[in-house]
């Protein structure tokens, strides 16, 4: 909830908190980041690093502002009557001052603390259910970025106009909050940032993969490092195995490992176990499905069919933090590198405040987090953020709080039934007026 907003209004010795979100993210946790990691302001600042931690977090909120209308509309600088505007360059200095640690700090504190509230509700038969996958980030075309990052490549030997973040990401898919996220080089496989993210997968917990993802190492890595956790994986057309047990339907398999990744972690097995299940898709396509659910009885064929249909809930939680935060956004802010990695953790922050507000709402009437709208929310928790800067001190804090909920538990997504969306790929729509040229047919 906006509590922390609305506290500072009740709160004058306490600067001012963007975020209102006192419940989920106290103003100590702050504090404590910017403490940790050694860019705690010493001098008296009128944007000290608490303050800018709170900056970098209402960028990505309100990514349709400049970064002096958020500072303003907001009120987040320390009141100086001598000088009652905050320049540009005080506010990218104060930026480059924090860096990107106290965010980076701050998004692991928090995801840890969120993503352990809301484990049990909405899993699957007793286990906590995950997603992991891969996206990129667009970044602005500076020197430095293009440098660190690195861009994509076409067979042409042509590379693309803008370089490019890669990104691999844990996300809980009944609540989409981001329990973890690595990123860096365009060019870096997604393997590479999957394999750091394993540690973090909890025990009891059944973690869904896009088959790029099929590999020994990732899967036997998960499988193996934890107590009860599995993994579910669509087959791919190549990949080969012994039957050993069950039927052509639901049978139990054996695969090898091959000799260059046991070479390269000589703790993988020779030879490694799953369930293979088949299915048919919506076109009409077979399917094989892997896991690691052997029990029979308890994990059925059809509910793990259904359970791998809620996949889909990483991709709309990337359409939810790019498209509908970010507002599709031809580029992130940041032209420093150190600035692009400050100013992700902070959409991921942001990002999983809106979500966990969202959760806590939903919670409350019984409703799936998924079933209110993540556009509304948002609009809803802008709107509240920008009331709360402009409300007097005299403001009733439950009354204000009490109306962003009921405001977000009255926001449900209207699922008209039978209707589907075909996947298609369409071009991207351009700025620019089209121009046509017209042949003189005289």
Not at 195 to 212: H, N
């Amino acid at each position: 909830m906006l509590s922390s907003h609305l506290t500072f209004l009740l709160e004058a010795q306490r600067p001012a908190d963007p975020s209102r979100l006192a419940e989920h993210l106290p103003y100590e946790w702050i504090e404590r980041a910017v403490q940790a990691t050694g860019v705690a302001s010493i001098r008296r600042r009128r944007l000290p690093a608490e303050q800018v931690v709170w900056l970098v977090i209402a960028l990505a909120m309100y990514r349709h502002w400049s970064i002096s209308e958020v500072l303003d509309n907001l009120d987040l600088a320390l009141p100086d009557h001598a000088s009652p505007f905050v320049s540009k360059s005080a506010v990218a200095q104060a930026r480059q001052r924090i860096g990107e640690a106290p965010l980076a700090w701050l998004f692991e504190r928090t995801a840890r603390a969120w993503c352990t509230q809301d484990v049990g509700h909405h899993g699957f038969k007793g286990l906590s259910l995950w997603a992991m996958d891969g996206t990129t980030l667009r970044i602005a075309d500076s020197p430095a970025n293009r440098e660190h990052f690195g861009a994509q490549g076409y067979a042409s030997g042509k590379v693309a106009s803008y370089p490019q973040v890669r990104a691999v990401t844990l996300t809980s898919i009944p609540t989409h909050l981001v329990a973890d996220m690595n990123f860096g080089r365009y060019d870096t496989n997604e393997m590479v940032y999957a394999k750091s993210l394993l540690p973090q997968v909890p025990d009891d917990s059944l973690t869904v993969f896009d088959k790029g993802f099929l590999a020994a190492e990732i899967l036997c890595g998960l499988a193996m490092n934890g107590r009860n956790r599995h993994f579910l994986i669509p087959a791919k057309s190549n990949t080969r195995w012994d039957v050993i047990a069950g039927t052509a339907e639901d049978a139990t398999v054996r695969m090898r490992v091959s000799a260059p990744a046991r070479k390269k972690c000589p703790a993988l097995p020779e030879f490694w176990q799953a369930r293979a299940i088949r299915t048919i898709d919506a076109r009409g396509r077979e399917r094989v499905l892997l896991t690691s659910l052997s029990d029979r009885r308890r994990f059925k064929p059809a509910d793990i069919v259904a359970c791998y249909e809620r996949r889909w809930q990483i991709e709309t939680s990337y359409r939810e933090l790019k498209q509908s935060m970010l507002g599709m956004e031809l580029t992130l802010r940041s032209r420093t590198v150190e600035g692009v990695y400050q100013e992700i953790w902070g959409a991921l922050i942001a990002y999983n405040l809106i979500r966990r507000e969202i959760a806590h709402a939903a919670f409350e009437v019984k409703l799936a987090p998924t079933d209110i709208s993540f556009v509304r929310a948002v609009h809803t928790i802008q709107h509240e953020m920008m009331w709360a800067a402009v409300t007097p001190a005299f403001a009733k804090l439950p009354a204000c709080l009490q109306r962003l909920r009921e405001r977000l538990k009255a926001l449900p997504n209207e699922k008209r039934p039978g209707r589907t969306c075909e996947r298609v790929v369409k071009s991207r729509p351009s700025r620019y007026a089209v121009r046509f040229l017209r042949k003189d047919l005289n």
